[in-house]
């Protein structure tokens, strides 16, 4: 590794392995310090080197040189800790997808960094960094980079209980109100009867003999996700040994009791009676192992071309449906017929705030009329107006 020394010795620019950018370090205010000059050019690399070393002796003389254990140790540090603390809690994919956003995204940027130099301004510096768009160009999406913002916040925090960071700086995106609050996309009654009228149609009568089967899938799907209330995504897990059909003694029906392997660990469901019959069909109809799934390959393509077929993809305020709309769909049919808003929200393994803030707020029957339009007595009015005409 070719080695220029600078500065009396006090400022090292060098080219390690196969990278063609000269690197800088040098030692100071008890650690060593490096940076990429990101530059080929030698001299070039030896001019930014020693502006570099001067900035750093500035900070050091002005008492804003900090040192300390770094981002990245704060992160390796949170990587041990966040697998174990948080099994049997968090779904293994989510804690992966965790330690995959602090590597591919915070670690490039703060790795270096003393995990006490990382400060509001700094995170709005990252925040701006990515906004100018990754290699296709692209700004990340509002909840992406909120969700990059909470793993920054847990290896912070992590930093915090060893005692490298005092207290948290304040991460709240500036400039920034409350977004618009949008209900997500579900099908009223009459559109969800026109879809599984569909994808009955398409079940009874595929475009292709072959694809018979991947439509009598579709429609028992549509059915069981309607009746049921699970995410995508649990449903992709979901195997036959995980549901069982039971009679259930407050209401005397066959329902179904799930259990349900999701984003939050492992919770339980109890479907409504329309449950029963399609998972009866998925059985009969594949013929299952006790571990196989319900819901094998992908039925996305073709429900999305139903949708698209029946006018149902877009609703009337521009939200896209998909699989997931007929999780919002059971939720709200739920609450149209009265259901104890408690009670749902347990079933989907959510909570009652998440419920009042994207799935009731446009349900027109969960205002009360005889609390809204109170009326004093008339005698109290009459008085009243009298007053104001006098």
């Not at 900035?55 to 697998?83: H, I, M, Q, V």
């Not at 700086?169 to 879809?195: C, M, N, Q």
């Not at 409504?272 to 039925?299: C, E, I, S, Y």
């Not at 799935?359 to 008339?378: E, P, S």
Request: contains cysteine; hydrophobic residues 35%; positive net charge.
């Amino acid at each position: 590794m070719p080695t220029h020394d600078l500065m009396g010795g006090k400022l090292h620019v060098y080219r390690r392995g196969e990278s063609p950018f000269w690197q800088c370090s040098a030692y100071l205010a008890g650690r060593n310090w490096r940076m990429s000059t990101k530059t080929e050019s030698l001299e070039h690399a030896k001019d930014i080197a020693e502006d570099w070393y001067l900035g750093l002796r500035g900070k050091a003389r002005a008492g804003e040189l900090k040192s300390g254990p770094t981002f990245a140790k704060a992160a390796d540090k949170f990587f041990a800790e966040y697998e174990m603390l948080t099994a049997g809690q968090r779904n293994p994919r989510y804690v992966q997808t965790q330690k995959d956003r602090v590597r591919i995204h915070l670690l490039p940027f703060f790795g270096g960094k003393v995990i006490a130099e990382v400060t509001a301004g700094l995170v709005q510096e990252y925040r701006v960094e990515r906004f100018k768009g990754g290699r296709n160009g692209k700004p990340p999406a509002r909840s992406t980079l909120h969700q990059e913002i909470v793993a920054l916040r847990q290896v912070l925090k992590c930093a915090c209980r060893h005692g490298w960071l005092e207290a948290l700086p304040d991460l709240s995106a500036p400039y920034k109100t409350s977004p618009k609050i949008v209900h997500r996309g579900w099908f009223s009654p009459e559109e969800y009867r026109k879809l599984y009228d569909a994808t009955r149609r398409r079940a009874q009568n595929p475009k292709k003999e072959r694809y018979r089967w991947k439509c009598a899938q579709l429609h028992d799907y549509v059915l069981f996700m309607a009746n049921t209330g699970l995410r995508p995504d649990e449903a992709k897990r979901l195997e036959y040994r995980d549901v069982n059909i039971v009679k259930d003694e407050p209401t005397g029906e066959v329902i179904l009791e799930i259990e349900v392997r999701g984003k939050r660990g492992i919770g339980f469901c109890k479907s409504m009676a329309g449950a029963v019959l399609p998972f009866k069909r998925l059985k009969q109809r594949n013929h299952p192992q006790p571990t196989d799934k319900l819901f094998g390959g992908n039925l996305r393509s073709l429900l999305n071309t139903i949708l698209q077929e029946e006018g149902l993809k877009v609703d009337r305020d521009g939200n896209q449906r998909t699989a997931y709309s007929l999780r919002h769909t059971y939720v709200c049919f739920r609450l149209m017929e009265g259901a104890d808003i408690y009670q749902v929200a347990k079933n989907c393994r959510t909570s009652v705030e998440m419920i009042e803030k994207y799935y009731a707020a446009h349900l027109k029957n969960t205002l009360d009329a005889a609390a809204i339009n109170v009326r004093k007595r008339r005698s109290l009015g009459r008085k009243l107006n009298t007053v104001l005409q006098t």
